[in-house]
C-alpha cells in the first residue's frame, strides 16, 4: 500500500525559512512524479510544485517561483520543499502527492482526496 509522510511544518516569521520532507513507500518512487499542494484554512487547494521521477523537469506555481525549491532523493524515496523568504500567505497545510495531474486538477479539489496517494499534511505558519 502507498503511504506518503510530510514532515517539517513548523511556525516560522516571515522572511524565515523551512525545509518539508515527504517520505514515500509502497510504490516505485524513482518513477514517479511528485506534487505538493497546500490547502489555506476555509479555501481549496492550490498546487505548489511538481518534480518528475528524473529530477530534470520542475514546475512552481507563480507564487512561489524563487522562492521555494523543491528536490528528490530517490535512493531516500524522499521528496523537499525547501521554502525560502516565507510570507504570511504561505500559511496552509502542506501535502504530498504522488502523480502529477495538472495544475488545474489540484486548484479544482475542494479538500485533499482520502487516498493513500496522499499524505496527511504537515502545518506551516508563517507569522510575527
Known amino acids: 500500500e502507498v503511504q506518503l509522510a510530510e514532515s517539517g511544518g513548523a511556525l516560522v516569521q516571515p522572511g524565515g525559512s523551512l525545509t518539508l520532507s515527504c517520505a514515500a513507500s509502497g510504490l516505485t518512487f524513482r518513477t514517479a512524479w511528485m506534487t505538493w499542494v497546500r490547502q489555506v484554512p476555509g479555501k481549496g487547494l492550490e498546487w505548489v510544485s511538481a518534480i518528475s521521477p528524473g529530477a530534470l523537469s520542475t514546475f512552481y506555481t507563480n507564487s512561489v517561483k524563487g522562492r521555494f525549491t523543491i528536490s528528490r532523493d530517490n535512493a531516500k524515496n524522499t521528496v523537499y520543499l525547501q521554502m525560502n523568504s516565507l510570507k504570511t500567505e504561505d500559511t496552509a497545510m502542506y501535502y504530498c502527492?504522488?502523480?502529477?495531474?495538472?495544475?488545474?486538477?489540484?486548484?479544482?479539489?475542494?479538500?485533499?482526496?482520502?487516498?493513500?496517494?496522499w499524505g496527511q499534511g504537515t502545518q506551516v505558519i508563517v507569522s510575527s
Open positions: 502527492t504522488n502523480g502529477w495531474l495538472g495544475a488545474k486538477y489540484y486548484s479544482d479539489l475542494t479538500h485533499p482526496p482520502r487516498s493513500p496517494d
